[in-house]
C-alpha cells in the first residue's frame, strides 16, 4: 500500500461518517491540540516560551485541559499559562481561562499585540458575559464529612442543561460555601448535580433559572440541605475480642461491653462468650472515615479502639472487623 494510500483511509473514514451521522468523540489528545492551537490565535507568544498540556481530567461530556509554559532553557515544572473544557460531543469551547496567563504578563513576556489594558478588558468582558458562577451553603453536612481533611475532593458538583454538562468547576469557601464557576449565561436553566462520596448520583436543584438580563456575577442562595439526601448505609459487624491473658483477659468470659461509632451516635451492648462477642451496628454511613470503640462496662479501664474505616459503600452484605480489648 502506498504513502498516499495510507494517508487516504483515515480522511476516507471521517467523510464517509460525517455522511452516515457517525459521531467521533474528542479524544484528550484532540483537545490539548485544540487548546494549543486557540492560545496561539490569543496571544502572540514569542519562541523562547514553551507550552505543554498537563494531564486532562475527563467529566461527564466534558474534557478539561490545563496549559503550563515554561521558558526556554527552564527545567521547572512550569506555570499555568492557561485551562480548556470543551464539549466532547462537539469539540465546541465552553470554558477557556487566561488568568494564570494574566499573573506573567506583568514582567513583559507576552507581546499582545495590543494594548495590554486593552486586551485584558476585550476578554474579560467576553469571559464576563458568558459565564456566571452559582453558589450556596452545604447545610446540615454531617460531622464526620466536615471533619475529613480536604473533604471537597470528595466531591463532583456539576451543571447540566439540557442533558448536557456545561460547568464542572467547584471551589469551597470557608467550610461549608460552595461555588460552581463558568455557568454559561446563555443557556435558560441548569440542573445542579453531584456524586458525593457515601451517596448516590444526586439532582441537588432540578431546575436554577438563568436571567439573561443579568448575564454576570453570581447566583447565590441555591443551598444543599443534607437532611433531605438520603446517605448509602451498610450494617457493620463488629467482633470484640479479648487479650489472650490468662491472668487478667481484658474481656473475660461473661463481661458486659459497649460498641460505639464514635461519629454517628450508634451503640450496642454485647456479652463475651470464651473472650469474644460480636457487635452489629446497623445504618452506619459509607464512603467516609469514622471511628468505633469498644468499652468493658464491668471493668472501664479495659477498651478497645477502631479507625478511622471507611466503609465501601458497594456490597449488599454485613461489612466486618476486628476490635482487641486492652
Do not use: C
Not at 512550569?78 to 466532547?88: I, K, P, R
Not at 507581546?111 to 459565564?131: A, C, I
Not at 469551597?172 to 451517596?199: D, E, Q
Not at 451496628?281 to 477502631?306: C, K, S, V
Request: hydrophobic share 40%; no cysteine.
Amino acid at each position: 500500500m502506498s504513502a498516499k494510500e495510507v494517508k487516504f483511509i483515515p480522511l476516507l473514514m471521517i467523510f464517509l461518517g460525517v455522511l452516515s451521522g457517525i459521531a467521533f468523540p474528542l479524544t484528550p489528545e484532540k483537545a490539548a491540540e485544540l487548546a494549543f492551537k486557540d492560545a496561539s490565535e490569543k496571544l502572540k507568544i514569542p519562541s523562547s516560551i514553551k507550552l505543554f498540556a498537563g494531564e486532562p481530567k475527563l467529566f461527564p461530556d466534558i474534557i478539561r485541559v490545563q496549559l503550563n509554559y515554561r521558558e526556554e532553557g527552564n527545567s521547572g515544572v512550569g506555570s499555568l499559562f492557561a485551562e480548556y473544557e470543551f464539549e466532547t460531543a462537539t469539540d465546541r469551547i465552553v470554558r477557556r481561562d487566561f488568568s494564570g496567563a494574566f499573573q506573567n504578563r506583568i514582567s513583559g513576556l507576552f507581546d499582545l499585540g495590543v494594548p495590554e489594558n486593552e486586551f485584558k478588558f476585550s476578554l474579560e468582558r467576553e469571559t464576563q458575559s458568558l459565564r456566571m458562577g452559582i453558589q450556596g451553603v452545604l447545610r446540615n453536612l454531617p460531622g464526620y464529612i466536615l471533619d475529613t481533611p480536604d473533604f471537597l475532593s470528595r466531591f463532583k458538583i456539576w451543571a447540566e442543561s439540557n442533558g448536557k454538562v456545561v460547568a464542572t468547576e467547584t471551589e469551597l469557601i470557608g467550610n461549608t460555601v460552595y461555588n460552581l464557576k463558568g455557568v454559561p449565561a446563555t443557556v435558560k436553566s441548569v440542573a445542579i448535580k453531584a456524586k458525593i462520596r457515601g451517596y448516590d448520583l444526586l439532582t441537588l436543584h432540578p431546575g436554577v433559572v438563568i436571567d439573561p438580563a443579568q448575564p454576570a456575577g453570581v447566583i447565590a442562595g441555591i443551598d444543599i440541605d443534607f437532611h433531605n439526601l438520603k446517605p448509602i448505609e451498610r450494617d457493620i459487624r463488629i467482633i470484640v475480642q479479648s487479650t489472650s491473658s490468662q491472668e487478667s483477659p481484658s474481656f473475660p468470659n461473661g463481661a458486659r461491653a459497649r460498641v460505639y461509632a464514635r461519629e454517628t451516635g450508634q451503640t450496642v451492648e454485647v456479652i463475651s462468650v470464651n473472650g469474644m462477642a460480636e457487635a452489629l451496628l446497623q445504618r452506619i454511613p459509607t464512603g467516609w472515615p469514622l471511628r468505633f470503640m469498644a468499652i468493658n462496662l464491668d471493668q472501664g479501664f479495659h477498651y478497645g479502639e477502631l479507625g478511622p474505616v471507611t466503609i465501601p459503600e458497594d456490597g449488599g452484605t454485613t461489612y466486618t472487623d476486628i476490635i482487641l480489648m486492652k
